[in-house]
């Protein structure tokens, strides 16, 4: 079975240093992951998938398949990016998404 | 488009009642996914609708039900009510098929607290 794992609960840094959340997977097939973002009372948005390969609010992920990982990283935090991080997992078929349990970041002013 | 939509916002029950929730999909989607999340935890898939039919289910028990209507909106129907049925409940649209369009939206959510 596809599993998720978010080994840090909590994250706290300060502005202006590199963040990294980590994110490993297991699954058999090939992998979609996803990072979704969400930000205090608003709803849980997308924030970045790893086929697009886009950098969205500076944010970048990088599917490492060897190591099973794909951790979300920014060269310098901001204090708008304190948030509750959560990395998903697509099933080939589409249908299902698998969550680890999220990593809240804290970006210290 | 105001996206996904989910009503109620808050609900409260007893043990051993029944509860619906409902959601809309965004606006061009055909497809309807339903979350549970409970405190300090990642939302658990529930069960998938596409074309009035469950596509997929997760690990949750037949108390838990669904439908969806020919405009793609879609119920969550919970029965027997237990505490530990207290949680947020996320709906998530996309559209099937095609690479990138199924990647899933998600709605604010109803939280439900049963005493």
């Known amino acids: 079975a596809q599993r998720v794992t978010q080994p840090e609960k909590l994250l706290s840094v300060f502005k202006g240093a590199p963040v990294e959340l980590k994110c490993n997977y297991s699954y058999s097939g090939s992998p979609e992951l996803f990072w979704y973002v969400q930000y205090s009372r608003q709803r849980l948005q997308l924030l970045l998938r790893h086929i697009s390969r886009e950098s969205i609010k500076g944010f970048t992920a990088d599917l490492n398949k060897g190591e099973t990982s794909f951790h979300l990283k920014k060269p310098f935090a901001q204090e708008e990016d304190s948030a509750m991080y959560y990395c998903a997992l697509l099933e080939t078929s589409g249908s299902r998404l698998t969550f680890g349990e999220g990593t809240q970041l804290t970006v210290n002013p | 488009d105001a996206g996904v939509t989910q009503s109620p916002t808050h609900l409260i029950k007893t043990r051993g009642q029944q509860v619906t929730l409902r959601c809309s999909p965004k606006s061009g989607h055909d497809t309807v996914s339903w979350y549970q999340q409970a405190l300090g935890q990642g939302p658990q898939f529930i069960f998938q609708y596409y074309e009035e039919e469950e596509r997929q289910r997760g690990n949750f028990p037949d108390r838990f039900s669904g439908h969806q209507f020919p405009n793609y909106s879609s119920e969550l129907n919970v029965n027997a009510l237990l505490l530990g049925d207290s949680a947020l409940y996320l709906c998530?649209?996309?559209?099937?098929?095609?690479?990138?369009?199924?990647?899933?939206?998600f709605g604010p959510g109803t939280r439900l607290t049963v005493l």
């Open positions: 998530a649209s996309s559209l099937a098929g095609g690479e990138g369009t199924d990647t899933q939206y």
